[in-house]
């Protein structure tokens, strides 16, 4: 029988059923509540969208971790900036992350790793248990604190007691002295067979004996009431500053919920009117600009309104209530709102003005919105850079 196989070579291997190796299937080395993430990385550093960043825990240029618990005790933000440094941002509270840094956030109370698993992950894996080992090693202080303070304030309490204590014992044993003495005067009066000197010196030691038990009682009185009238005033000085710090909270707060009610309202307007087109048929004016002024009570707004002062004060943002971040998003949607090139004479929110003093008065407001709201976003950014 002919063999039919090509020239220099062979037969075919034997048949084998055994199947090829399968490559290993890669995982993220993210790190949930439950153990390891199963989903397969979607980026170059092998972790998942959900937890890419975590993936910043795994840098080079590492910070300790005696300077990430003071960090931290600070009320400052526990993330880590794209430079690898502790984020400066607060979020309200210590061993938090800022709305910047949230992802970032490992699970808590993870424990040793039940198997093998990737170098990356058992990184990650030590590094949260360390943050957990200083939030539980810091809030140990806090409570030893917070019972040393406890103990201290019991002991002034006794203290205060004690002395309470003392000093009534003082004033009783002062009126059972007086009282003594009163009583050692009243001696029965002598017989009427006594000599008139006798009588006379009776009535004598009888009248010195109730001045002088006199004496010390308005003394006593006088000072009871100084004490009343000093404690009624000091309540009612109490009760008054009480009054005014509820009046000036309250007032702030009506205050703040009603810029932040202007605001929203603002943001509503501003959001027409940039979707809004105007022609000769759509006409355009003053007061359908959505001004970043308070308006007046009537509900409008005056060309002499718009100032540079008023702007400032419309975007305050100790009391509108936004953090620099969400304040300087919306002073870049103003500028751009406002930018010179959108309120030219040649652009249609301009040139549909039929007026044409009202359309100068236009350019000239929009120019003290445009200048205002830049100054306001340099500073703003001016303080956020040196948190």
Known sequence: MANHYARNTGPPPPYSSAAPARPQ??????????????????????????????????????????????HAEGRRCCGLTKMTALCRNNPGGNFLFCWRHGEQQGPSGLGPAPGPESPERTILRE?????????????????????????????????????????????????????????????????PGHSEWHQRSYQHQRRNAGERTRQPREEDRRREQQRRDQQQRAQYESDERARREAEEAAREQQDQQRRALILRNHLVESTTFDAATFSTRERNSFARIPWPVFRRADGT???????????????????????????????????????????????????????????????????????????????????????
């Open 25 to 70: 299937r890669q995982v993220c080395h993210g790190l949930t509540k439950a153990g390891g993430c199963t989903a397969s990385p979607t980026t170059r550093s092998g972790f998942c969208s959900m937890h890419q960043e975590q993936g910043v825990w795994l840098a080079a240029e590492w910070i300790s971790a005696a300077e990430r618990r003071t």
């Open 127 to 191: 590094r949260f248990r360390e943050f957990d080992r200083m939030r539980a090693a810091s809030d140990a202080d806090a409570n030893g604190d917070r019972r040393w303070r406890e103990e201290e304030r019991r002991r002034q309490e006794a203290r205060a007691k004690a002395q309470r204590e003392e000093e009534e014992r003082r004033q009783q044993q002062e009126r059972e002295q007086r009282r003594e003495r009163d009583q050692g005067w009243q001696r029965p009066p002598p017989d």
């Open 301 to 387: 707004v005056h060309i002499g309104d718009v100032t540079p002062q008023n702007v400032r004060d419309f975007f305050d943002s100790s009391k509108i209530r936004k953090t620099a971040r969400e304040l300087d998003v919306i002073l870049k949607k103003t500028a751009h709102r406002f930018h010179p090139d959108r309120f030219s004479i040649y652009r249609a929110i301009v040139s549909s003005i039929a007026d044409l003093g009202e359309r100068n008065a236009v350019i000239e407001a929009a120019e003290v919105v445009i200048k205002t709201v830049n100054a306001l976003r340099s500073g703003t950014k001016d303080d956020e850079g040196a948190r």
